[in-house]
């Protein structure tokens, strides 16, 4: 079986800067995509940036400009290097990946404040 570990979340003030990891262990033969999402209270999951094979990327427009998505394939992770953190950045983010089916990580939560 496939399994997610995210690290990296924690507490930050605003405008500060934080990276995630995700790595992924166990019988992998390929990753289509990995991707980071996440989910404030009361709010519904949403896409923060995914990132292909071929490293394709895509943004949320919330994160746009902020935040730098990236992999390394030969390790099977994938990082998302958060800039200029917003309190609306507050939420558990989540590492997913796309195995033919999807898998996700247990969540690692973000704080922003001061």
């Known amino acids: 079986q496939v399994q997610l570990v995210e690290s990296g979340g924690g507490l930050v003030q605003p405008g500060g800067s934080l990276r995630l990891s995700c790595a992924a262990s166990?019988?992998?033969?390929?990753?289509?995509?990995m991707g980071w999402y996440r989910q404030a209270p009361g709010k519904q999951r949403e896409l923060v940036a995914t990132?292909?094979?071929?490293?394709?990327?895509n943004y949320g427009d919330s994160v746009k400009g902020r935040f730098t998505i990236s992999r390394d394939n030969a390790k099977n992770t994938v990082y998302l290097q958060m800039n200029s953190l917003k309190p609306d950045d507050t939420a558990v983010y989540y590492c997913?990946?796309?195995?033919?089916?999807?898998?996700w990580g247990q969540g690692t939560q973000v704080t922003v404040s001061s």
């Open positions: 166990g019988s992998i033969f390929r990753i289509y995509s």
């Open positions: 997913n990946a796309d195995i033919s089916v999807p898998v």
């Open positions: 990132i292909t094979e071929d490293s394709s990327t």
